[in-house]
């Protein structure tokens, strides 16, 4: 099928994924995508920006927008990233507000503030939402039902998807769903197109992630990271990046580089394999890292690092 002449009836749409920290909003993403886009961690609120991804297919495409987990906010940053959350909801044509499925340790039934706010602001919309049960892979079946029961109560959702994103249950059957809300029309981007983020924003993410994967307690957190030179040397087939590590305190520097350079030299070698991968070809990588006092306080110093 030629992208400028679509099939009659293909359906093309914008689709918001939205929920508190750590549901799996990005590993959906990239299970839906079928790679590796957003970048993953055990560890909540590791999504800052809105991570757009296109999944092409011969009678649709969706554009999801992957958004960070929405929290009370305290910080600059963490405001910045409950904005662009809840922002997104209002901007594309439906809606997934992604649940797990059972919490606490007993894995009961429970229906989060947060769960809470978002319904009360999507119910002032008249926006197709779908209710998204993740991680039933950690719960037996039948407990399912209690769980659907209580939110449907709550609000009138467009389906209700139980799914595994990690394991890929059900995942198809999530898209298939969304598909019958989209509008008609033709496709937005070419069918080979994954995103529309820039290289760097990726390769900046890639080495972020790094740092929510291997350093501990409050450290990522109070990190961030900038590609100051990208190089790309087509006569040998490498690409040449440096990119710097923003931390708040001295003291977060010291971790960050570890004992005699141990600690960046593995955040490096993790990173450039990721970036050879995403590439198609040889990355040579260095990292430094930069003090910047206080800046997940300080807006003009979320704007300068591209939190905009």
């Known amino acids: 099928m030629d992208d400028a002449t679509p099939q009659a009836g293909h359906r093309c749409g914008f689709v918001t994924l939205i929920g ?14 079928g790679e590796k886009l957003a970048i993953t961690s055990n560890r909540p609120q590791t999504t800052r920006n809105r991570i757009p991804g296109v999944l092409t297919r011969p009678d649709a495409q969706l554009v999801f927008i992957d958004t960070p987990g929405v929290h009370r906010a305290k910080r600059a940053l963490n405001q910045y990233m409950v904005d662009v ?6 901007e594309t044509d439906a809606v997934v507000l992604l649940v797990e499925a059972g919490v606490g340790d007993d894995l009961q039934v429970g229906i989060s503030d947060i769960a809470l706010e978002l319904l009360a602001q999507l119910k002032e919309r008249s926006k197709p939402v779908f209710l998204v049960i993740n991680k039933i892979d950690r ?18 959702f467009e389906a209700v998807v139980p799914l595994s994103a990690l394991r890929g249950e059900n995942v ?29 924003f990726i390769a900046a993410e890639l080495i972020r992630e790094k740092l ?14 900038s590609i100051e030179r990208w190089r790309d040397r087509s006569e040998d087939g490498l690409v040449e ?13 010291g971790i960050v ?28 990588l260095e990292l430094f890292v930069r003090v910047d006092e206080g800046w997940t306080r300080s807006k003009a110093q979320l704007k300068a690092l591209g939190y905009e």
């Open 20 to 33: 508190k920290p750590n549901v799996g909003k990005s590993t959906l993403l990239n299970q839906l995508l």
């Open 257 to 284: 580089i570890g004992k005699g350079g141990q600690m960046i030299k593995k955040l490096g070698t993790q990173s450039r394999m990721d970036l050879q991968r995403m590439l198609g070809s040889r990355v040579h």
């Open 172 to 200: 198809d059957g999530l898209v298939d769903a969304l598909v019958r809300v989209l509008p008609e029309g033709p496709a937005l981007y070419p069918a080979d197109a994954l995103t529309d983020l820039p290289e760097r």
């Open 241 to 253: 990046i440096m990119a710097t590590i923003h931390v708040e305190r001295a003291s977060q520097k």
């Open 85 to 90: 959350a809840t922002e997104a909801m209002w």
């Open 139 to 156: 719960i037996e079946k039948p407990n399912l039902l209690p769980i659907i029961a209580a939110y449907s109560a709550l609000h009138d």
């Open 212 to 225: 929510f994967r291997n350093l501990g307690q409050e450290v990522p957190y109070s990190t961030a990271v």
